[in-house]
């Protein structure tokens, strides 16, 4: 599969400039499937990102209530059902993966489907778009306002369109924050200025981004900042489907006329009649004609534009569509079109989203509700006491999970006559030091082992079992207790 | 781009050379990157900038102060005081609590060994070691063997007021006299009275060890001050001399020396130069090290 690219047609010449400057594109409004398609996906996705924050999810009192929070001065995140500590952020590497292979299935599928409907870059830009149409018109009324010089009119219209992208970025960055601190709360302090300046910041920042990427840079980003369309292009295939011009229908292109002559008299004539309506709607200004484009999104608002203008002529529509290499050759060849959504890498990407998924699902429901771990006194390694015995201090650290405060023992396990002392510790229980830790806290305590001192080369294994004297579960954590001859 | 160069035509033309020659090679002038540019005249701008805002140029017998007179040491102080008033309100608490209270209480336990751990660490750690492990002549403070005493009092008093330190007035004080040095006993007798320190805690002595006399010189000399079976005294701080940690160490040459020179260790009064909250902390942090009684 060839890639090249529409914008600079000097590009393969040698002593063409290193340098292009960027053509200003004014996407034409369209009306179809497509457009419908990427209408009702733009609603539902920029639903959920304003609506989401303010979702509440009950998990009891010492929790927040919010369904979707990343709380970074307590060092938490919440998904609804699912709470994270810091340390299980490999949660995270699973999500992250899910995402890849969910973008490669659908690569996989129909190209670059995520561009065309989905990213958010496209996303915003569609609506930033919708409102520069909604002001300033359409394509033609565009190009020409701006080949006029700057008069009250026009600086009108701009005034009143960038206001309005400002405030559609600004609101975009306004929610952003609201994922990370109880959303009605933030919203009311970001109202009385009460908020703190990280709040302000961010939503600083993202109005600033939104704007510029999605007013200013459009294409752009796509084009030269996003790595995506180089990986798809050297990882796409001839079964999947991308918006195609069918060169084997459409040429030799001529004017309507022309061809409607060639047509009686029996010489070939393509159904393209080249009226150029597949460039003028095209979000990235990609002429479709050429094949496979780099700048491509695959939205299809062109094979919206193109059947419009078949219905109008009269001739068969989906002169572009989304189609496969392997169809147009088979079409070329005279044989029949084949479609193949189960291919070796269909599977293996559909393999990979389970097996993950049901690794993620397994971690999450055997969570365990509380952790256990042990640090053995780098210096002194060992204390010899009056009586002979030798003592080791360990700093042990534990994190409950749970959203009430409970009651643990320690029992250390590995050595003849171990006395073991917490620090600060409550009072015993069975025999065994105890220490509450609070709902949803972590603890950490000295722990000390005294022992005699048994002339052992190697340090004793310990065992520090942790256990939750009311329902019984343990964790265990593992060390060594060390005296002056097994001081490796 | 207008104003570019159009590199269709001979370079040498669009941009022309710098006029150097090497051997027929000569360097074109291609201006530079716009941005580059921009982002140097920025940069040229930005140190103008300092130069106003903050102390930049030297003079003869001061400097330029800059717009807002800011200095790196008043930076410091500032920072400081905004630690002080971040721990204010648990300082507060330390200074309101007694000893017995903070270690039992979680939240003043936790901040008291952190906030001891730092003092300690600028503080003791010079003699005491860094894990306070102790290093020969000074104490371990890890294990349970206590020259003054380890109970939270008996630290913090030790703390306040240091060991024999001329400048505070209630400092722990008492001194072994040097019986060597100062001709109190003969050699032989030091010698014997060694060995009878080390069969004290069941140290093995070498067999023609006079320990009759060693018992005798002992009992008339040592024993008031470290007990009749050496089992120290804390109030005058002798140490113990039947267990199994030894200050200087257990070796006969090491005792001979500590009997002929005698003396003792010095500790700063603490509370003449840190607050008192602190030492409260580090009274705290000591007796959680795991020798705490």
């Known amino acids: 599969m060839s890639v090249t690219s529409s914008f600079d047609p000097h590009l393969d010449e040698p002593e063409a400039p290193l340098y292009a400057a960027r053509k200003k594109?004014?996407?034409?409004?369209?009306?179809?499937?497509?457009?419908?398609?990427?209408?009702?996906?733009?609603?539902?996705?920029?639903?959920?990102?304003?609506?989401?924050?303010?979702?509440?999810?009950?998990?009891?009192?010492?929790?927040?209530?919010?369904?979707?929070?990343?709380?970074?001065?307590?060092?938490?995140?919440?998904?609804?059902?699912?709470?994270?500590?810091?340390?299980?952020?490999?949660?995270?590497?699973?999500?992250?993966?899910?995402?890849?292979?969910?973008?490669?299935?659908?690569?996989?599928?129909?190209?670059?489907?995520?561009?065309?409907?989905?990213?958010?870059?496209?996303?915003?830009?569609?609506?930033?778009?919708?409102?520069?149409?909604?002001?300033?018109?359409?394509r033609r009324t565009r190009i020409n306002r701006d080949a006029e010089p700057m008069n009250i009119e026009k600086f009108s219209y701009k005034l009143l369109k960038h206001a309005l992208w400002l405030l559609i970025a600004w609101w975009t960055g306004g929610v952003w924050v609201l994922y990370f601190a109880d959303a009605p709360t933030l919203v009311r302090d970001l109202i009385w200025f009460e908020a703190g300046p990280v709040a302000y910041i961010s939503i600083m920042t993202l109005t600033f981004t939104t704007y510029v990427f999605a007013g200013l840079m459009r294409e752009q980003v796509c084009l030269y900042m996003c790595p995506w369309p180089r990986i798809q292009a050297a990882m796409t295939d001839e079964y999947a489907l991308n918006v195609t011009?069918?060169?084997?229908?459409?040429?030799?292109?001529?004017?309507?006329?022309?061809?409607?002559?060639?047509?009686?008299?029996?010489?070939?004539?393509?159904?393209?009649?080249?009226?150029?309506?597949?460039?003028?709607?095209?979000?990235?200004?990609?002429?479709?004609?050429?094949?496979?484009?780099?700048?491509?999104?695959?939205?299809?608002?062109?094979?919206?534009?193109?059947?419009?203008?078949?219905?109008?002529?009269?001739?068969?529509?989906?002169?572009?569509?989304?189609?496969?290499?392997?169809?147009?050759?088979?079409?070329?060849?005279?044989?029949?079109?084949?479609?193949?959504?189960?291919?070796?890498?269909?599977?293996?990407?559909?393999?990979?989203?389970?097996?993950?998924?049901?690794?993620?699902?397994?971690?999450?429901?055997?969570?365990?509700?509380?952790?256990?771990?042990?640090?053995?006194?780098?210096?002194?390694?060992?204390?010899?006491?009056?009586?002979?015995?030798?003592?080791?201090?360990?700093?042990?650290?534990?994190?409950?999970?749970?959203p009430t405060e409970r009651l643990f023992t320690l029992e250390v396990d590995g050595l003849h006559d171990a006395h073991v002392e917490i620090i600060g510790g409550e009072p015993l229980i069975k025999g065994r030091p105890s220490i509450s830790v609070g709902p949803d806290q972590t603890r950490e305590m000295r722990v000390t082992v005294r022992a005699i001192d048994e002339d052992e080369d190697e340090p004793a294994h310990l065992e520090f079992i942790i256990r939750d004297e009311v329902d019984g579960t343990t964790a265990v954590a593992r060390d060594y207790f060390r005296t002056p001859h097994s001081v490796h | 781009m207008t104003n570019r160069p159009d590199t269709n035509l001979d370079p040498r033309k669009a941009v022309g050379t710098t006029g150097h020659d090497w051997d027929g090679i000569e360097e074109l002038n291609t201006p530079l990157p716009r941005w580059w540019l921009w982002t140097f005249y920025a940069t040229i701008l930005w140190a103008l900038a300092y130069w106003v805002v903050y102390p930049a140029i030297p003079l003869a017998t001061s400097f330029t102060k800059g717009m807002f007179g800011w200095t790196s040491r008043e930076q410091v102080v500032q920072d400081l005081d905004g630690l002080k008033t971040l721990r204010g309100p648990m300082t507060a608490k330390i200074e309101a609590a007694s000893l017995q209270d903070?270690?039992?209480?979680?939240?003043?336990?936790?901040?008291?060994?952190?906030?001891?751990?730092?003092?300690?660490?600028?503080?003791?750690?010079?003699?005491?070691?860094?894990?306070?492990?102790?290093?020969?002549?000074?104490?371990?403070?890890?294990?349970?063997?206590w020259l003054w005493g380890g109970s939270l009092d008996a630290i913090h008093t030790t703390l306040q007021h240091g060991i024999r330190w001329d400048a505070d007035k209630d400092t722990r004080a008492s001194m072994m006299p040097a019986f060597g040095r100062d001709g109190i006993l003969k050699p032989n007798e030091i010698s014997a009275v060694a060995d009878y320190v080390r069969t004290l805690s069941a140290l093995p002595v070498e067999k023609d060890a006079d320990l009759k006399l060693g018992q005798k010189v002992f009992t008339e000399n040592c024993a008031a001050c470290h007990g009749e079976k050496g089992e120290g005294i804390q109030d005058v701080g002798a140490p113990k001399l039947n267990d199994k940690v030894w200050l200087y160490g257990p070796e006969k040459v090491t005792i001979m020396e500590r009997i002929t020179l005698g003396g003792g260790g010095q500790m700063p009064a603490w509370s003449q130069r840190l607050d008192s909250p602190t030492i409260k902390s580090l009274a705290v942090y000591v007796h959680t090290l795991g020798g705490g009684q």
């Open chain 1, 25 to 138: 594109i004014y996407p034409q409004g369209v009306s179809g499937i497509f457009r419908r398609t990427k209408t009702v996906l733009l609603i539902i996705t920029l639903s959920i990102y304003y609506f989401l924050p303010f979702i509440r999810w009950d998990r009891g009192p010492n929790a927040p209530n919010q369904a979707i929070l990343i709380d970074i001065p307590h060092r938490r995140a919440y998904f609804f059902f699912i709470e994270i500590w810091p340390q299980e952020v490999y949660y995270l590497t699973g999500l992250l993966i899910l995402a890849a292979m969910a973008l490669f299935l659908m690569n996989a599928m129909a190209g670059r489907v995520w561009c065309g409907y989905l990213c958010p870059q496209t996303v915003w830009t569609d609506l930033f778009l919708a409102v520069e149409r909604l002001i300033e018109g359409d």
């Open chain 2, 102 to 145: 903070i270690a039992k209480t979680p939240e003043l336990l936790s901040f008291a060994r952190a906030q001891g751990a730092a003092a300690f660490a600028v503080n003791c750690s010079p003699c005491h070691g860094a894990g306070a492990q102790g290093f020969k002549g000074y104490p371990n403070l890890n294990d349970d063997d």
């Open chain 1, 245 to 402: 011009y069918r060169v084997d229908r459409g040429e030799p292109r001529m004017s309507f006329k022309k061809a409607t002559q060639a047509r009686l008299v029996g010489e070939p004539a393509g159904d393209c009649i080249d009226c150029q309506q597949c460039v003028a709607v095209c979000p990235t200004g990609v002429d479709i004609r050429h094949g496979a484009d780099l700048g491509c999104i695959q939205c299809g608002l062109c094979i919206d534009a193109c059947d419009e203008v078949m219905e109008k002529i009269g001739r068969p529509t989906r002169l572009i569509a989304y189609d496969t290499e392997v169809n147009i050759k088979r079409r070329k060849d005279g044989l029949q079109e084949i479609f193949r959504p189960i291919r070796p890498r269909t599977v293996l990407y559909i393999a990979i989203i389970i097996a993950v998924s049901v690794v993620m699902l397994y971690a999450l429901l055997t969570r365990a509700p509380f952790t256990v771990s042990v640090i053995h006194d780098r210096n002194p390694i060992f204390v010899k006491l009056s009586d002979g015995h030798i003592r080791n201090a360990y700093t042990v650290r534990i994190a409950n999970m749970l």
